[in-house]
């Protein structure tokens, strides 16, 4: 079966840092693109970034250029966010979800809360 | 950037009913576009990809369509559980913009 369980979330200040992880199993983790998608609570879903099964290659959304950086760890089937310079409108449910030719199995999400 | 945009945005139908959701994008997106169901609480759901393919497990009254420039997710007999908000994505390049969502109810 496959899981995807997203850890790290929280509340963090404005300026700030947090690392979000997502364990996988299930699947042959090094052989898909995953991806990170945030929602705020009531909003739609914002795609934020994707890295391909090495790792060679990532792309992230314009709001997150810079300061978010998604990684990959294949011997441990973990992948990364890592977030710096942390703004309230990151604030959201951040999810991981695995792609084919669409996110196919998605996680159940960790709250990322940017507040002072 | 590629826009996407659905219509309607919400939309009142009853059992049995077919339900039809329009979604465009901005630019050439070939036939890279997905349909996802979200219901509250709930990470989002992939019902179809690159425009027609049904995923693996979805009900066959779920369908995907293109016409122009334009996509259109079909229900053909709308059930209890399709009650939800319904989003389009586009995965021809990054980054990977969802439309706005439908929602169904």
């Known amino acids: 079966e496959v899981q995807l369980v997203e850890s790290g979330g929280g509340l963090v200040q404005p300026g700030g840092s947090l690392r979000l992880s997502c364990a996988a199993s299930?699947?042959?983790?090094?052989?898909?693109?995953m991806h990170w998608v945030r929602q705020v609570a009531g909003k739609g879903p914002v795609w934020v970034s994707r890295i391909n099964e090495d790792g060679t290659t990532r792309s992230y959304a314009d709001s997150v250029e810079g300061r978010f950086t998604i990684s990959r760890d294949n011997a441990k089937n973990t992948l990364y966010l890592q977030m710096n310079s942390l703004r309230a409108e990151d604030t959201a449910v951040y999810y991981c979800?695995?792609?084919?030719?669409?996110?196919?199995?998605w996680g159940q999400g960790t709250l990322v809360t940017v507040s002072s | 950037d590629i826009q996407m945009t659905q219509s309607p945005s919400s939309l009142s139908a009853s059992v049995g009913d077919r339900v039809t959701i329009t979604c465009r994008a901005s630019q050439n997106i070939d036939k890279y576009l997905n349909w996802y169901q979200q219901k509250p609480g709930k990470a989002p759901n992939l019902l179809i990809y690159t425009t027609s393919t049904l995923q693996s497990g979805v009900p066959s009254r779920f369908s995907g369509s293109a016409s122009g420039t334009a996509f259109t997710l079909t229900i053909s007999s709308l059930q209890p559980e399709d009650f939800a908000t319904y989003y389009c994505?586009?995965?021809?390049?990054?980054?990977?913009?969802f439309g706005p969502g439908t929602k169904v109810d």
């Open positions: 299930g699947f042959t983790f090094s052989k898909y693109w």
């Open positions: 979800a695995r792609a084919t030719y669409g996110q196919d199995y």
């Open positions: 994505q586009q995965s021809h390049s990054p980054p990977l913009t």
